[in-house]
């Protein structure tokens, strides 16, 4: 069943970029919608590097990239986006009077806009799944490709499966306040070598397992929860690990997808626009951030942040054609409910 929203501006894409396009719109008055295709809000920051610093964010020495999406959210926040997460948007088409686009999500959620700001950074992010038969019965419940909340693992079997940062990161955390079986083809983790030395002696106190040389091979369980995980190694050895959850930590996979295929001008990959408005090649359809690509164009996150303003911007006349765009800074126009917290 699908849900219809009409907005002023749809967003695709909440990494850091799009959501200081909510910002920038907000300021100016429009309402947005903003799309997902992860649970979460924060782009590549939450999702590929929330712990590091980054240190080239105008004002703040050095600031943890999960932090940043933290303060993004804040400063969108008294301009009440409403959030689609976990759903792609997938179909792009002029409404019938031409004021605006339909776009339609995964999820069966329509939205109807007067301008639309492509945030979509290198393209939707999805987990690399194991090829298990089977496995989307317990996505979400049982199985999961990212850890939400700590706590839920709390006095659990948990299997991690991958022998990357996110893999290694994570069995350190849980081993704290679970049973953890680390299970990876190889001997060797691919880590941060201090992580890896301790992962080593954590096994070797018996705090936690590690399951190697073995793959993932089945799961067993009713109704999306698992009781367990089957492994096995090139040989051909089979182990069954009695397990209530597996983390499988096998990397994201970025894909342009459907927005490739929605007749906008392409550049290798890239949306064309035009630097002086962040116009694509279609007119009320904006690219901002790492999606586009024009002479000189920087894949930064402060590059992002003032396409956003030049796109909200150019988006004025097409959702206000009778009101003059008078120039304000925030200093002088404030925002909704003073300052924050
Ligand atoms: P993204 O952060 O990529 O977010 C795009 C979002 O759009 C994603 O959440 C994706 O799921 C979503 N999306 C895409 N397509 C769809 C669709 N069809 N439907 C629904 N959702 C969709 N930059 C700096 O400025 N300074 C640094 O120090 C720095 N360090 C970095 C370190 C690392 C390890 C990495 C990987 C990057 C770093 N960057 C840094 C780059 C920076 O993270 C990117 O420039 C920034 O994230 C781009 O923001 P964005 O919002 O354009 O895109």
Request: aromatic letters at 8%; charged letters at 20%.
């Given at each position: 069943?699908?849900?219809?929203?009409?907005?002023?501006?749809?967003?695709?894409g909440?990494?850091?970029?799009?959501?200081?396009?909510?910002?920038?719109?907000?300021?100016?008055?429009?309402?947005?919608?903003?799309?997902?295709?992860?649970?979460?809000?924060?782009?590549?920051?939450?999702?590929?590097?929330?712990?590091?610093?980054?240190?080239?964010?105008?004002?703040?020495?050095?600031?943890?990239?999960?932090?940043?999406?933290?303060?993004?959210?804040?400063?969108?926040?008294?301009?009440?986006?409403?959030?689609?997460l976990?759903?792609?948007?997938?179909?792009?088409?002029?409404?019938?009077?031409?004021?605006?686009?339909?776009?339609?999500?995964?999820?069966?959620?329509?939205?109807?806009?007067?301008?639309?700001?492509?945030?979509?950074?290198a393209?939707?992010?999805?987990?690399?799944?194991?090829?298990?038969?089977?496995i989307?019965?317990?996505?979400?419940?049982?199985?999961?490709?990212?850890?939400?909340r700590?706590?839920?693992?709390?006095?659990?079997?948990?299997?991690?499966?991958?022998?990357?940062?996110?893999?290694?990161?994570w069995?350190?955390?849980?081993?704290?306040?679970?049973?953890?079986?680390?299970?990876?083809?190889?001997?060797?983790?691919?880590?941060?070598?201090?992580?890896?030395?301790?992962?080593?002696?954590?096994?070797?106190?018996?705090?936690?397992?590690?399951?190697?040389?073995?793959?993932?091979?089945?799961?067993?369980?009713?109704?999306?929860?698992?009781?367990?995980?089957?492994v096995a190694?090139?040989?051909?050895?089979?182990?069954?690990?009695?397990?209530?959850?597996?983390?499988?930590?096998?990397?994201?996979?970025?894909?342009l997808?459907?927005?490739?295929?929605?007749?906008?001008?392409?550049?290798?990959?890239?949306?064309?626009v035009?630097p002086?408005s962040?116009?694509?090649?279609?007119?009320?359809?904006?690219?901002?951030?790492?999606?586009?690509?024009?002479?000189?164009?920087?894949?930064l996150?402060?590059?992002?942040?003032?396409?956003?303003?030049?796109?909200?911007?150019?988006?004025?006349?097409?959702?206000?054609?009778?009101?003059?765009?008078?120039?304000?800074?925030s200093?002088?126009?404030?925002?909704?409910?003073?300052?924050?917290?």
């Amino acid at each position: 069943m699908s849900t219809l929203h009409k907005t002023d501006v749809a967003i695709i894409g909440a990494g850091p970029v799009g959501l200081f396009a909510v910002f920038q719109c907000g300021m100016l008055g429009f309402r947005c919608h903003v799309v997902d295709s992860l649970d979460a809000v924060g782009g590549q920051c939450v999702a590929l590097y929330p712990e590091k610093p980054i240190y080239d964010i105008p004002g703040y020495p050095a600031i943890d990239a999960a932090d940043l999406i933290v303060k993004l959210e804040q400063q969108a926040a008294p301009f009440a986006p409403v959030f689609h997460l976990g759903q792609q948007a997938t179909g792009m088409e002029r409404l019938p009077d031409g004021g605006g686009w339909r776009l339609t999500t995964s999820a069966g959620t329509v939205i109807e806009a007067g301008a639309v700001i492509i945030a979509a950074g290198a393209g939707a992010f999805g987990p690399n799944r194991p090829p298990i038969p089977g496995i989307e019965a317990y996505e979400g419940r049982s199985v999961h490709y990212m850890v939400k909340r700590r706590e839920d693992f709390r006095g659990k079997r948990v299997v991690i499966a991958g022998g990357g940062d996110s893999a290694v990161d994570w069995a350190l955390s849980l081993s704290e306040i679970a049973r953890v079986m680390v299970v990876h083809r190889r001997p060797k983790f691919r880590a941060a070598f201090e992580n890896v030395c301790r992962l080593e002696q954590l096994h070797a106190e018996g705090v936690l397992e590690l399951v190697v040389p073995y793959q993932l091979q089945g799961l067993e369980g009713v109704d999306g929860r698992i009781e367990a995980v089957t492994v096995a190694t090139l040989e051909g050895t089979v182990r069954r690990l009695e397990a209530d959850a597996l983390l499988a930590f096998f990397g994201l996979s970025t894909d342009l997808g459907p927005i490739a295929g929605w007749g906008l001008e392409l550049e290798r990959h890239h949306l064309a626009v035009d630097p002086a408005s962040m116009v694509t090649s279609q007119p009320g359809i904006f690219a901002i951030g790492d999606v586009n690509a024009y002479p000189g164009k920087l894949k930064l996150i402060l590059t992002g942040f003032a396409e956003a303003a030049l796109a909200a911007h150019a988006i004025h006349p097409i959702l206000r054609p009778d009101t003059a765009l008078h120039f304000e800074y925030s200093t002088t126009r404030g925002v909704p409910g003073g300052v924050p917290a």
